[in-house]
């Protein structure tokens, strides 16, 4: 659990932006980056969080960009990186499918392609002959905090099966397409016992590349680095993280007969633990023996407890200061749906959490949320978009304004 804010300046930002508000730590995020130093490149996943503010801190200290969708690909664009083929590629297209338009887009800025089907690198082909491609490899087995984050095995419809890695290289050849490296992201929290049989997979993988008469120029060893989100949490040991990797690249090396470039793909471990949510008590209710602390921000913002039963540690802060007595306390949103919960465990079961009472106007804090937080909110319930707001030397920044009903509507009006 990471707190980078004082109650003080939480106070002071949700009375200058409101809440619901992302808040944002750019030291932090500055950080994290630089516990990764030892991987020759370092590739947000920015999935985790696509704010183009945060795309433009991560391009100015040297971070490449993963991008899964058109949509985050035009964003890396707004933040300034300037796409194309020569390596390591500022930017990196991840997917298991085309779309018509971002084929498109992937072709007319030269983004290089991590592909998860063979089928990709035909329509590729099609497009853009020479094209770069990587081939992101389910190596069979997976690894996640939940089951919904595992992209491995057989039950994940990510990756090309470790298996048909012949058929896809022919693919390669076939359509003209120029291989720059193999890729593998098994899940997110990955241990370090998974990680183990990632990298020697990973070893094999590059083995029939090299029988199959192809060459390589990088490997990617994917994301899915945990964070401590429970208080006193394990922290993980990035130089163990990295020798893991760099053992694997020099078996590899050894197969190809030249330098390999090591990439690591994180979301999480950069910009989870920047960030909290802050959102309001708006009533205290008792409802048998549950003591409900309901406040203005549910599901729509934050989906990770709903979603996946996820943990994120909580504060309520009291605008005088003071420190009620602590008693158990369901924290539950505004919407209509009864799993709008934020104190709440795999499978919806309800977990009451000790809290200092909450009264009306307490602030909400719910930390770790800089990953997976704003970049999965929804407009449910029509509900506008949060603010986000980026704190660097002591300096607040409004980094996306609060949307409003009325952008909502404007999308459904005058058609
Ligand atoms: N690379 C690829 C190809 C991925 O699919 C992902 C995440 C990452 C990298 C980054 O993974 P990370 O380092 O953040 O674990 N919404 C879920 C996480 C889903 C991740 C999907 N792919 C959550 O809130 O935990």
Redesign the pocket.
Known sequence: MSNPFSAAQLWALADEFGTPLWVYDAATIRERIAQLQAFDTVRF?Q??CSNIHILSLMRERGVRV?A?SRGEILRALAAGYQPGFDEPAPIVF?ADVFDPATLATVVEHRVPVNAGSIDMLDQLGAASPGHAVWL?INPGFGHG?SNK?N?GGEHSK?GIWHGDLAAALAAVQRNGLTLVGLHM?IG??VDYAHLQNVCGAMVGLVEQTRAAGMDLQALSA????SIPYQAGGDRIDTAHYFSLWHAARQQAEAIVGHALHLEI?????LVAESGVLLGQVRAVKNQGRSHFVLVDTGFNELM?PS??G?YHAMGLLRRDGSQAAEVASVVAGPLCESGDVFTQGEGGVVLPRMLPAAQVGDLLVIHDTG??GAS?SSNYNTRPLAAEVLVDGGQARLIRRRQTVDDLLALETGL
């Open positions: 996943a999935k985790a993963d899964v991840t992101r905090h984050t992209t990510h992201h997110s929290g994917g994301g899915g680095l793909e994180p979301g999480r471990f990770r979603m996946y996820s990953a997976y999965m």
